[in-house]
């Protein structure tokens, strides 16, 4: 079961590889995959219990899969530590400050949205 | 044993294909048990694990490229991982209909904002161009923001490390920020997560549940695709 979802998840990420090569350079394939999936899921109404299982198996363990590419920093702490404050200071302000403005209009257009529904 | 046969072994040990998923799957385990007991937000897994996955490599004298290699088998599957995150989208497909208002606002305002903000405040504390060029896709995830870095002039590696420090720390602020103020709705808090912190913040609302992770993950790929298609135009308009 759990390898019949698998192979659907490899397969549509080398389909995204595919098409990413001949079609959609700006693309990365993986994406590309994902939204071919989606499509694919739309088309057929139902995602199967084998798909389901692999996907939640799989993105169980994504922190522990990101691990690796986090390492990464360690090569690049010299050219960090030269601009470090610009760095520091842009990155977690401007997270800080789009993370609470991205959820509060979200809310606030939800909740706006929910009372424009119960005056209709 | 003679001090050559431990040696050998030692060498053997740490240049084995696995050791590097070896020290990944230890480190992160360790550090799964160590936030759960304590729900310490500067214990988040992803960071800790890196830490610790460093400090063993710069023990054994390993570099990045060797530590790379050997944890491949971890690697090529955040690929599949990428393609998964369909299936939540959905399932949560009603739920995203019933919002795609708000979702597409959104998405437009804050996009924007998450990107723009990064870059001009990088300016106003004196970065280089470069390092502007290279700071602006730092809200997506890292593949597209490698791709997007290099077509407007940034350094690809250094955009991938931007990425992970601000999935990182978007990750560990941005529950208890949200938290402070106010956003309780999971779907405003799966958006925040995702359009800002892209995977890292997704795997972080996946935690939160269902409905909070499938929209951070289709905040992550909405952000993903726009910020690819639209930031190299954009750039080549005005700068």
Known sequence: MLLRGLTWLVLFQLLGTVINVLLLPMLPGPIIGMVLLFVALLVRGSASDSIQLAASSLL??????????????????????????????????????????????????????KRNKEKA | M????????WQALIHHPLFGVGITL??????????EKTRWV????????????IGILLLCGLSYPDYSASSRLLTVLLGPATVALAVPL???????????????????L?????????MALAWAFGAERMIL???????????IAMLVAEQIGGVVALAAVFVMITGVLGAILGPELLRRFGVQHPAARGMALGLTAH?????????????????????????????????????????
């Open chain 2, 42 to 53: 500067f214990l988040q897994p992803v960071l800790l694990s890196a830490l610790m996955v």
């Open chain 2, 133 to 143: 060029m290279t700071l602006a896709p730092k809200s997506v995830t890292s593949p």
């Open chain 2, 90 to 108: 959905y399932l949560n497909m009603r739920r995203i209909r019933e919002l795609f208002v708000p979702i597409v606002v959104t998405l437009l």
């Open chain 1, 60 to 113: 169980r363990y994504l922190p522990l899969l990101l691990v690796p590419p986090a390492v990464g920093v360690m090569v690049y702490t010299e050219a960090i530590l030269e601009d470090f404050w610009a760095i520091v200071g842009a990155l977690v302000i401007s997270l800080v400050l789009s993370l609470v403005f991205t959820g509060w209009l979200m809310q606030l257009l939800i909740r706006r949205q």
């Open chain 2, 26 to 35: 230890a480190a992160f385990q360790l550090a799964f048990a160590a936030y």
């Open chain 2, 110 to 118: 804050a996009g924007s904002l998450a990107t723009a903000l990064g």
């Open chain 2, 2 to 9: 003679t001090i050559l046969q431990w040696h050998a072994a």
């Open chain 2, 199 to 239: 995977a890292v913040g997704t795997a972080q609302a996946l935690q939160e549940g269902d409905e909070c992770g499938a929209f951070a993950a289709l905040a992550m790929s909405l952000m993903g695709v726009l910020t690819a298609v639209l930031l190299p135009l954009v750039v080549s308009l005005l700068l």
